[in-house]
């Protein structure tokens, strides 16, 4: 079936540097693509969203890339800091109000 | 403001008992959304609602599931004859309505069937 899914289970960086998570998405029906960042215990917060429309679309401090020729999905984080540990999912629309997540991306931020 | 709430915030129930969550949506928001998330794995849609209206249930993995939203305001999700694979977080989100609208989800309630 249609599925988001994640390239890396895990991310790990040093605080200061960038981070870079990657999703790929196999409905090319999709036309609304978003980031999620949950913390333990907490539900998933917004942290940036792109249309099928555009390639690139920049927030504080993240960065979403869309590829719609291969269907993948990256957010750039700058400058990650311990606060930004959390699990990351990506998530797409395709027109309707079914959204379908990706199985997460874990980021250790190490100080 | 207050954002989403849900309650309770965890919850054990022995297999075959019914239980009831409670969600309470940011005032105004018109969408209401409810999620299952399993242990390790990202949210699953369940089922929507615009104002009262039930538009897409879909998501719901049985007919032992059922969610309502009379006054389309809080929504409760029932789930009838709890098994040990209904146990996960059941996550409530809310937003203002149409199809680019940011998500607000509430904390969840953990659910665990012994």
């Known amino acids: 079936g249609e599925s988001v899914g994640l390239h890396l289970p895990t991310l790990s960086v040093q605080e200061g540097d960038n981070s870079i998570i990657n999703c790929a998405y196999s409905n090319s029906a999709s036309d609304y693509f978003i980031w999620y960042k949950q913390e333990s215990g907490k539900g998933p917060q917004f942290i940036i969203d792109?249309?099928?429309?555009?390639d690139k679309r920049q927030g504080q401090r993240v960065t979403v890339l869309l590829n719609k020729t291969v269907k993948h999905l990256s957010l750039q984080i700058a400058a990650t800091q311990p606060g930004d540990s959390a699990v990351y999912f990506c998530?797409?629309?395709?027109?309707?109000?079914?959204?379908?997540f990706g199985a997460g991306t874990r980021l250790f931020v190490k100080a | 403001g207050a954002g989403v709430s849900q309650s309770p915030r965890y919850k054990v129930a022995k297999r075959g008992q019914d239980v009831a969550l409670r969600c309470d949506p940011i005032?105004?928001?018109?969408?209401l959304f409810w999620y299952q998330q399993a242990l390790g794995q990202g949210p699953e849609f369940l089922t929507y609602f615009q104002n009262e209206a039930q538009l897409d249930k879909s998501g719901l993995p049985s007919d032992r599931f059922f969610a309502e939203r009379p006054e389309g305001s809080v929504s409760t999700l029932k789930i009838q004859r709890t098994q040990q694979e209904d146990s996960a977080v059941y996550l409530c989100?809310?937003?203002?309505?149409?199809?680019?609208?940011?998500?607000?989800f509430g904390p969840g309630t953990r659910l665990t069937v012994l």
């Open positions: 792109i249309r099928s429309n555009m």
């Open positions: 998530a797409e629309n395709t027109g309707g109000f079914k959204t379908i």
């Open positions: 005032s105004g928001h018109v969408s």
């Open positions: 989100a809310s937003c203002t309505g149409g199809l680019y609208n940011e998500q607000f």
